[in-house]
Antibody
């Protein structure tokens, strides 16, 4: 059974770059599409972007200029970088596998707070 | 403001049925049979409940069902149980520019 686990700093300063990693276990990362989704406190979900096992990526147009998603198949990991963060980027960040047009499973999520 | 519109809250008594709506446009919900629904308990990750409008993943009770008419998708939960109390989010594919959009979430209260 595939499991995903996010890791990374819980606090990032404004204008800096948020960096998170998702480790995939129990299955191969060399297939499917691997996604990042976030949820600001008390708010709804927002799709950030994905990377295919081939390395191709696509991002939410509203975040595209600041987002980079990369893949390390040797470590069964994929990563998110979000630059020039502001308080509006404070959220729980989830990684998730996508099959077709649905997301399953999800990681447990990690809270990232943007504050000085 | 979320791309898909859901009621902020719905409620029902144990054993009753409730329906949660998810309204979009012809560019997302109405344009594709690619609506999914997620259940989220407080402090937990979302869990897939319905995909492709009306398909249920293995392990999801058949009390959960999905449908779509025009630009509105719906999640119906029949035979409400206490453990169904959670937030529910809809999601739709929206084409190869926007990709996926979510609703703002609906809080289900089991009275």
């Amino acid at each position: 059974q595939v499991q995903l686990q996010e890791s990374g700093p819980g606090l990032v300063k404004p204008s800096e770059t948020l960096s998170l990693t998702c480790t995939v276990s129990g299955g191969s990362i060399s297939s499917y599409s691997w996604n990042w989704i976030r949820q600001p406190p008390g708010k709804g979900l927002e799709w950030i972007g994905f990377i295919y096992y081939s390395g191709s990526t696509n991002y939410n147009p509203s975040l595209k200029s600041r987002v980079t998603i990369s893949l390390d198949t040797s470590k069964s990991q994929f990563s998110l970088k979000l630059s020039s963060v502001t308080a509006a980027d404070t959220a729980v960040y989830y990684c998730a596998r996508r099959s077709g047009h649905w997301f399953d499973p999800w990681g447990q999520g990690t809270l990232v707070t943007v504050s000085s | 403001q979320s791309a898909l519109t859901q009621p902020r809250s719905v409620s029902g008594s144990p054993g009753q049925s409730v329906t949660i709506s998810c309204t979009g446009t012809s560019s997302d919900v109405g344009g594709y049979n690619s609506v999914s629904w997620y259940q989220q308990h407080p402090g937990k990750a979302p869990k897939l409940m319905i995909y492709d409008v009306s398909e249920r993943p293995s392990g999801v009770p058949d009390r959960f069902s999905g449908s779509k008419s025009g630009n509105t998708a719906s999640l119906t939960i029949s035979g409400l149980q206490a453990e169904d109390e959670a937030d529910y989010y809809c999601c739709s594919y929206a084409g190869s520019y926007t990709y996926w959009v979510f609703g703002g979430g609906t809080k289900l209260t089991v009275l």
